[in-house]
């Protein structure tokens, strides 16, 4: 064969070798057959696999909007197995969708206009990061991938993306591949520290790792190892900064209230009170505690709230029988503060009166709202105006506004009242629903 045709030859078959070919894999969350509220973790199909990410509230799937709900914090891991992700397409429910300011992506470019990522990697993460703005409602992904002989799939990097103390660090990748990895930040290269064994990570650290095999690169995976901020107090813990993972120290603090459901609780130490919404701990009202307990702090409307993680457990809370609660004996001007927020709080010789469709409790020219979010004066008569009233609940801010969500009222009067809830009504002998 003639030199010249031989050697084109070669390179031609060396340049089909490198093609990369792009295919699509689309997950239809929509046509998984969940059952309404039910939680969503993972799906894998085909070598794609969509990871949910728990945020201030588990990730579930709804009947009511055929979507999985992602709220603050939360979000998906689209990850490949099988070749670079070039496009996503997200398809959202509705106006539930990333707008400015409410979602982060990790890498690449994401489209507010047409929900499309574009880039290239093994793994993209969508979140929604803004607190006070509703949630994120997904239905389905077409995920769009390229393929090569040339290709070589990212390492997993895995361990406890939360910690107390230390934790220990896993880096996995497909056989014939070398792996280096950092853990500084840097994007690791054929110089960085070998890959041969799992070690110890003891303080916050983004670990990235990076497979070769031959000449050829993955691209670089990355996790970061959160470890919690130790807080002495409840007051220590709600000064931290949103978002922080912190291991909370808990002595003789006790339970105010816990509703019906244990999603909201309120617990007061030493040093303040503090919300503990939605976190599991199942919690009684004058339960008395010890020990310590992590979450995150989740400031939401102002309002400080410990919520739970991966590393939220009752484990090391010692819960005895107290007694009732004492309330706190204040004015409204002083309710009118951030200093008994999420405390347990007595209002005395109040005026009950309705301002527009609010209840408000008014002393001395002051006034605060009552909001019946407990609902624990289904059934009681409450008219107004009214003088003299004694009333205890617990105290809360709501962007700016203090609000007391009443336990009990007493020591009212009769006459006419718009309806706590805020929808008037000019009967007489309104109940507060």
């Not at 041969?196 to 983004?206: E, H, L, M, Q, Y």
């Not at 951030?338 to 301002?355: F, H």
Request: hydrophobic share 35%; aromatic share 10%; with cysteine.
């Amino acid at each position: 064969m003639n030199k010249i045709l031989r050697y084109s030859l070669i390179m031609v078959l060396g340049l089909f070798s490198t093609i990369s070919f792009a295919q699509t894999e689309t997950l239809d969350f929509t046509a998984q057959g969940y059952a309404d509220a039910q939680e969503v973790t993972s799906l894998t199909q085909n070598g794609i696999t969509a990871t949910f990410i728990n945020g201030s509230t588990t990730c579930k799937y709804y009947l009511k909007g055929t979507a999985v709900r992602m709220y603050s914090d939360g979000g998906i891991t689209v990850s490949s197995t099988v070749g670079n992700i070039t496009q996503i397409v997200y398809t959202f429910n509705d106006t539930y969708k990333p707008v400015d300011g409410q979602y982060s992506i990790d890498t690449g470019a994401y489209d507010l206009t047409t929900n499309i990522w574009t880039g290239s990697a093994n793994s993209v993460t969508l979140k929604k990061v803004n607190t006070t703005d509703g949630n994120l409602r997904l239905q389905k992904i077409k995920v769009t991938y390229s393929t090569s002989s040339n290709f070589v799939a990212a390492p997993t990097i895995e361990g406890s993306s939360f910690f107390i103390g230390s934790t220990q660090v896993s880096i996995s990748a497909d056989a014939g591949t070398s792996v280096y990895y950092t853990t500084d930040g840097n994007d690791p290269t054929k110089t960085s520290s070998v890959y041969s064994a799992p070690f110890t990570v003891d303080a916050t650290k983004t670990v990235k790792a990076i497979a070769y095999k031959d000449a050829n690169a993955s691209t670089v995976s990355s996790k970061t190892f959160t470890k919690a901020v130790e807080s002495s107090d409840i007051a220590d813990f709600a000064s931290q900064s949103n978002g922080t993972v912190a291991n909370l120290a808990l002595a003789n603090a006790q339970v105010l209230y816990a509703d019906a459901t244990n999603k909201n609780v309120y617990v007061k130490d030493a040093t303040g009170a503090l919300c503990f919404y939605n976190a599991g701990l199942n919690l009684t009202t004058g339960d008395i505690l010890n020990g310590s307990v992590a979450g995150k702090l989740s400031i939401y409307n102002n309002l400080p709230e410990f919520t739970a993680n991966t590393l939220t457990s009752v484990d090391k809370i010692t819960k005895t029988a107290g007694a009732a609660p004492t309330p706190v004996d204040v004015t409204v001007a002083q309710a009118n503060s951030m200093q008994y927020v999420s405390q347990l709080v007595r209002l005395s010789g109040v005026k009950l009166d309705s301002v527009g469709s609010n209840l408000m409790a008014i002393q001395n020219g002051d006034s605060i709202q009552i909001y019946d979010s407990f609902k624990s004066l289904t059934g009681v008569k409450l008219t107004t105006p009214s003088e003299n009233n004694n009333l205890t609940g617990i105290l809360i801010i709501y962007k700016t506004t203090y609000e007391i969500y009443p336990l009990t009222i007493d020591g009212y009067e009769t006459a006419s009242i718009s309806n706590v809830n805020g929808v008037s009504n000019s009967s007489t002998n309104v109940s507060l629903m």
